[in-house]
């Protein structure tokens, strides 16, 4: 079954960077586009980053995390990566990838990043 695996989560420093890693099996990979997500408490679930599985992976980007955020895929390894740059107070969330397969959506269990001093 499809499957989405989040890592690499953690407590940083304002200003610091993380990679977030999501290891998918279940589907064929490389066919998909692939999407992260974030969420705080009692929000709504806000996309963060696109990445299609046509040619090099066209990318989107929220405005908030434009020039900060790199998306991007391995299809040999089947993991979506999310490069956090310059993180701020306000990019404390969890961290979910998600995948669109007939219609349905199949969400990874989430990884939370924490950006404090």
């Known amino acids: 079954q499809v499957q989405l695996v989040e890592s690499g989560g953690g407590l940083v420093q304002p200003g610091g960077s993380l990679r977030l890693s999501c290891a998918a099996s279940?589907?064929?990979?490389?066919?998909?586009?692939m999407r992260w997500y974030r969420q705080a408490p009692g929000k709504e679930r806000e996309l963060v980053a696109t990445?299609?599985?046509?040619?090099?992976?066209?990318?989107n980007y929220a405005d908030s995390v434009k020039g900060r955020f790199t998306i991007s895929r391995d299809n040999a390894k089947n993991t979506l990566y999310l490069q956090m740059n310059s993180l701020k107070a306000e990019d404390t969330d969890v961290y979910y990838c998600?995948?669109?397969?007939?219609?349905?959506?199949?969400w990874g269990q989430g990884t939370q990043v924490t950006v404090s001093t």
């Open positions: 990445i299609t599985s046509a040619g090099g992976g066209t990318t």
């Open positions: 279940g589907f064929t990979f490389s066919t998909y586009t």
């Open positions: 998600k995948v669109v397969l007939d219609v349905r959506n199949h």
